[in-house]
Structures are given as C-alpha cells and as structure tokens.
Nanobody, 115 residues
C-alpha cells in the first residue's frame, strides 16, 4: 500500500485548503483513515479520523473548521480545512489503519498559514 498526499501550500489566515490522500491497493475501503500533523518542535498529533463506515472524530482544535471525508470509489481521503489559523501550520500526514493489522503513512504535505 502506498499513500500519496497532496494539496498543501501557503495560505493567509482565514483561508481554506483541501488535502487529498490517494491510496493504492485494495484495502482502503475496509480501513479507517486519518490525518495527523506535526508542527516544528512538536509531537505529531491526530487531527481527524474517519472509519470505514464513515464515522468521524476531530481534535478539539479543529472542530467546526475541518472536515474529513472519503471516497471509496477513488481510494481517497480528504481534509477540507477552513478558517485556517497560523497555529495550523504543520506537515500533514495521512494514515491508513489503526496500527493493527494495517498501519501505513503518507509522505506528508506542508501547510503554511501566515497571519
């Protein structure tokens, strides 16, 4: 399985970006997908997750601003990010699985939010 994340970039505070993560292979639809981020000097943290059935959960810091979704026909998970803040600046990673039996990570995409 390979995960290819895209959609990062630079945006001003208050702006929006949509991240995409496309997965190869045949296990996408049966596994949870999630987005993590890691800011400089900080630990990687969970941003949002979506189960194979479509249930979602979010970090408190992004609730109401970010939306995770998935398209199983395209083997792709999305992260719609609105009302971006400078503190959202980080490298964003997608993840397939919950650690067991599958745990795959994408290469990361940089999001920079300027004030």
């Amino acid at each position: 399985v390979q995960l290819q994340a895209s959609g990062g970039g630079s945006v001003q505070a208050g702006g929006s970006l949509t991240l995409s993560c496309a997965a190869s292979g045949s296990i996408f639809s049966s596994n949870a997908m999630s987005w993590y981020r890691q800011a400089p000097g900080k630990q990687r943290e969970l941003v949002a997750a979506i189960t194979s059935g479509g249930s979602t959960n979010y970090a408190d810091s992004v609730k109401g601003r970010f939306t995770i979704s998935r398209d199983n026909a395209k083997n792709t998970v999305y992260l719609q990010m609105n009302s971006l803040k400078p503190e959202d600046t980080a490298v964003y990673y997608c993840r397939l699985g919950l650690g067991y039996p599958f745990d795959y990570w994408g290469q990361g995409t940089l999001v920079t939010v300027s004030s």
